[in-house]
């Protein structure tokens, strides 16, 4: 299954940067951010998010991403 997600990420979606590990390669919530805005669910993303490991870059990717899941994202009918 972890496979056919990552073939999809660096195959279909093409990231900004190759994924690797998805725990780690996600963990400061960029990559988060860059696949709503391709999908047309996050409406800002390269001004507002910071493709770095340090906490504060972290916590600001992450609360952006809160807002995105109480918009657009919120209409993905899941539960």
């Known amino acids: 299954?972890?496979?056919a997600i990552l073939d999809w990420l660096n195959g279909t979606v093409r990231l900004?940067?190759?994924v690797v590990t998805f725990e780690r390669d996600?963990?400061?919530?960029?990559?988060?951010g860059e696949l709503l805005h391709k999908h047309g669910l996050l409406g800002?993303?390269?001004e507002a998010?910071?493709?770095d490991s340090d906490f504060k870059a972290a916590w600001a990717n992450f609360?952006?991403?809160k807002y995105?899941?109480?918009g657009p994202a919120a209409?993905?009918?899941i539960q």
């Open 63 to 65: 609360a952006h991403l």
């Open 49 to 51: 998010f910071v493709d």
């Open 26 to 32: 996600f963990s400061n919530g960029f990559l988060f």
């Open 44 to 46: 800002e993303f390269t």
């Open 68 to 70: 995105a899941f109480r």
């Open 1 to 3: 299954m972890s496979e």
């Open 75 to 77: 209409n993905l009918g």
């Open 16 to 18: 900004s940067r190759q």
